[in-house]
């Protein structure tokens, strides 16, 4: 069973820098795409970018366009996602997730396969 476990969120004043890391291990570890998702309290959870494992085809959210960067380390299962200009509204709960294979939506989160249990992210103003 794949498992994914993230870290490095935290609190952070606005225009600040924090990078997550999502290491996946146990199981055979076998991916399409890896990606990054946001829920904010009282909301739904929001795609926020994603990267190809095989050829590394890169796509992100609007509202993250130009501020975080999302990028891999083949050899170590694992997928960072750096964010930069960090504003009050990023501040959620990010998970990493896996997708074993293509599927209908990249953007939906019912289309992935594994996630990981979350780590807080807060943008203080």
């Known amino acids: 069973q794949l498992q994914l476990v993230e870290s490095g969120g935290g609190l952070v004043q606005a225009g600040g820098s924090l990078r997550l890391s999502c290491a996946a291990s146990g199981g055979t570890f076998s991916s399409y795409n890896m990606g990054w998702f946001r829920q904010a309290p009282g909301k739904e959870r929001e795609f926020v970018a994603a990267?190809?494992?095989?050829?590394?085809?890169?796509y992100y959210a609007e509202s993250v366009k130009g501020r975080f960067t999302i990028s891999r380390v083949n050899a170590k299962n694992t997928v960072y996602l750096q964010m930069n200009s960090l504003k009050p509204e990023d501040t959620a709960i990010y998970y990493c997730?896996?997708?074993?294979?293509?599927?209908?939506?990249?953007?939906?989160?019912?289309?992935?396969?594994?996630w990981g249990q979350g780590t807080q992210v807060t943008v203080s103003s």
């Open positions: 990267i190809r494992w095989s050829g590394g085809f890169i």
């Open positions: 997730a896996d997708q074993v294979a293509p599927r209908y939506s990249d953007y939906d989160p019912r289309f992935w396969d594994y």
